[in-house]
């Protein structure tokens, strides 16, 4: 029982609306209908300013960690924590608050990582920066760095399990970066 307990939680812990709720507080605007209509950090950050996008930032991390927090404390099946760490991402991606609209997951990625596999970072965020220069677009490499997960949990664990949890993490973030990755293809995220 405390294994689907700590499942659910994870998949609300993920869907609360941080961006959202930040975004009607502070400056009275719904985050779906500004900037990009992403319902995560960095839009918020455009749109509402730094205090409300760091908050949200720091909360969507605060999130993803404490998911699995709980799952590893309620329950002793490594299973249970892994699906934590996916529903945790679905639900802030997917949010049942939201109709299903969300974020694109990376700072809730990141508490994930934070609670489950805090060596992983370095090596993400060193993928995500070098994207970034070769690219010269960020979201567009944050999103394609996701793709090192799988690979980096390879060289950690030796273990099919972690590889399994790392594609499947990647694809739910690849699949919210869908629209950086054509606007960039069609050459209008490029930066110089």
Request: one cysteine or more; aromatic letters at 12%.
């Amino acid at each position: 029982m405390n294994d689907i307990f700590s499942m659910g939680i994870a998949y609300l812990l993920g869907s609360f609306p941080t961006a959202y709720l930040l975004g009607r507080l502070f400056k009275k605007i719904d985050i779906r209908e500004s900037g990009s209509g992403n319902v995560g950090g960095m839009n918020i950050l455009r749109s509402a300013g730094l205090i409300p996008g760091l908050l949200t930032i720091l909360l969507d991390i605060a999130k993803g960690a404490l998911a699995i927090v709980l799952a590893m404390n309620w329950s002793s099946e490594p299973l249970v924590v892994f699906m934590a760490g996916l529903l945790v991402l679905l639900g802030h991606n997917y949010s049942v608050f939201l109709r299903y609209r969300g974020g694109k997951g990376l700072a809730t990625g990141t508490g994930v990582f934070i609670a489950f596999s805090p060596q992983t970072i370095p090596f993400v965020l060193l993928a995500a920066v070098c994207l970034t220069i070769a690219l010269k677009d960020t979201n567009t490499a944050c999103g394609l760095a996701a793709l090192s997960i799988p690979v980096i949990l390879f060289f950690q664990y030796q273990e099919f399990v972690w590889v399994l949890f790392g594609l499947v993490f990647a694809v739910i973030i690849l699949a919210k970066h869908g629209p950086d990755f054509m606007a960039y293809r069609e050459g209008r995220r490029k930066i110089t």
